[in-house]
């Protein structure tokens, strides 16, 4: 390795060249070597569909400090250098050289100073160090110093004695000799449960049989981790009594479950490979509980679990380091696995010697790549459901590593991420979308999950507002780090100051809101258009949006995530037509693409109204040269919606679909819909173009594999009807509750040059085209994409 401690300033890097002569000179060689030549090596390539880009972009302001750096991997080479310089030919003073790289990942253990750098990384051949090109970055002034740790110190802070995570000997003899301390809530809810658990006298659960191929198969494999999860959770629940209250009967149970997992074959059906989640849970919950229950155990028992806990970590660290995870991240259950291999590492750092290899690698990943579905906005390709459903289990990890002095919660995703539960998720929301289970709603047990997530955000960041939803949801401490997350002097906040909207422009997703501080009376809009594309949990539906009212959902995505990948699931709910989006001549966008991607392209908060638009063009893979959905917000009163679209060149028809969980009205002669749900409603005139050919169907095709379990939902196709090259469709969308039916204001189109008009009463919205200077309308003028001109 051939690395500065520091580059902080000119005088140290000169020290270090006095005392160090034979660094000089192998750096000098280094640096000597052929600058970037164009070979066969693979430098410099452009990422595949499945790849990650190279960080820091090139011109990119970086947040961190110092940034990860990233690239990818040549073919042929093992080992990597990489090289960071104050000047683009890395002649600078300020240049540092790190060899000997066996990942495509490196993250430096000290800051740089603020300011602009280059990056270059490279391999060597047989006779010379091959470059890449030079890439600018800039640090920023405020940017977050977050250096990666020495992973020998984590390790050696590590208590011998057991437990080891979560909690330490100190805090549960305090637990223990005071149980109606300020913790007694805690202790009395985990006593409880585990008082369930030993009521229930449960059987073992067998391991299953070899898993088979067909749907049939699959639904067996989807039955049993259902009637797995309750189970090991059991375990993990009657772990952590035995904790709190020294009590063996629970220990005695949690004992009797983990042994029975530890005779289970690693590498049978309950591997955490594909198809894996009976593995995951195990990979999960027997790490934890076997530290929590190590004092109970016979030292036979004790080996048979470190082997067993062993080779199942080394599973999942091997599927991640085949990935490679560091440059191919983009798969669900790998980046699920994460936090497993970090928390079974630390539980068994002190008996097998391999153990600090994983959490040398994880952390890396974790501290540059992951999540592989979120970016610095802190939002969540795969949608609210699986944000919640992952974001759980990895609070738990940031707030573990936090209490051990690694502080990767001040990575801005994870600062970030809370936002996306708290204007996505909030409590009662009648449905998740978007992403696979968008049909459920926001209540029971993932209302909890969500409130726990934002409790141990608003712990790890001291933010009131996460604090205050948390409380919307009844959540508080709880899971593993019921303990250490547990802080009651944060006071919560409502949200009255915060702006009604947010844009999470790293998955395409904006929402906006009436009033974020009242679910029941809230009108929520939600609008997906993903730079990922229509991969892993969720599906070909860009620019599509959905609308909630008053406690109930009004539009929606349709279909049921029922097994994944079976017939209704990919021939529906990963469809086009399944969503509130537009059809080309009745063809949708191109489902499981990298390539069928959107993007926000405009967001502005303006208080009174609210304005977005997304670009989802590319996702129909060549058929348009234009989708652009406008969308304005007039709060609380109706949405504006412009959809821009022009085919690729041949006359098409296109179709704008509404989806719905009630039959809808349809006033075919007045170009108007109307939803109705509970006391609410909503109603969509239909403005442009005119004729409009309405069409409304009922269930799914394919059908469902359980259909039983499925409420049934409606679905509208609004349709023109003469091919055409470019078509506008302007659409005005007023929810309302039942009893202000006779009081909407009529909605119409406006003369106007330049752009579209659209009077709603005595207000006026103006939305520019692309192109013109200004759009005119009346006496009305304005230079801006779009203006609100409010009747007050």
Known sequence: MCALSSVKNNRRTFLVLRLFPVFVLICAIAFQESPALATPTGLDRPPAANEIDYSPADGEETSVNPPPFVWLPSEGADRYRLAVSRSPDFSSDETVVWDDIGITVHVPTTDFEAGRWYWRYGFRGEDRTYWSRAREFFIAEDAVSLPFPEIGDLISRLPESRPRTYYSPEALDRIRANPEGRLAEIVEEAVEMAEGVLAREEELFPEPEPWGDGEKSRRRYVETFREMRPYTRGMEISAKAYLFTGDERFADEARRRLMHFMTWDVDGPSSAIWPGELGMDIAERAPRTFDWIYDTLTDEERAKCIDVLGRRIAQI???????????????????????????????????????????????????????????????????????????????????ELDRLGIPVKDRPFFRNTGWFGFYTAYPGRPQRAFGDAYEEAVDGWFSRHVGEILYNFSSLHGNPYFRWRAKQHGAGAAGPVAVSAYEPDIAPKSPDDLPHSRLFKDVGVIAMHSDLADPEENVMFLMQSSPYGSVSHNHANQNAFTLDAFGESLAISSGYYQTYGTGHHAEWVWQTRAHNAILVGGEGQTPRSRHAHGEIVAYEENGDWCYAAGDATAAYEGRLRRFVRHVVFVRPDYFVIIDDLESSGEPVTFEWLLHARETMNVDGSRSRVTVEKGDARLRVDFLKPAPLSFDQVSGWDPPLPVPEEAPPQFHLTASTT?????????????PHREATDENLPEARLLEAQGGIAVAVGGDRVLWKADGADEVRTGSDISRRTVEVIRER
């Open 317 to 399: 660290h091997r599927l991640h380091r085949s990935m490679p995870f560091e440059s191919q991240p983009f798969a669900s259950h790998p980046g699920r696995m994460i936090g497993f291999v970090i928390e079974g590492a630390l539980v068994l750092a002190h008996e097998i010697p391999e153990a600090k290899d994983w959490i040398e690698y994880t952390l890396k990943v974790l501290w540059s790549v992951y999540p592989a579905w979120g970016g610095e906005d802190g939002g969540w390709h795969e949608g609210v459901s699986y944000w919640g459903f992952y974001l759980r289990r990895m609070s738990w990890i940031v707030t």
């Open 722 to 734: 003469t091919p055409k090259e470019r078509v506008r469709f302007v659409t005005v969308m007023f």
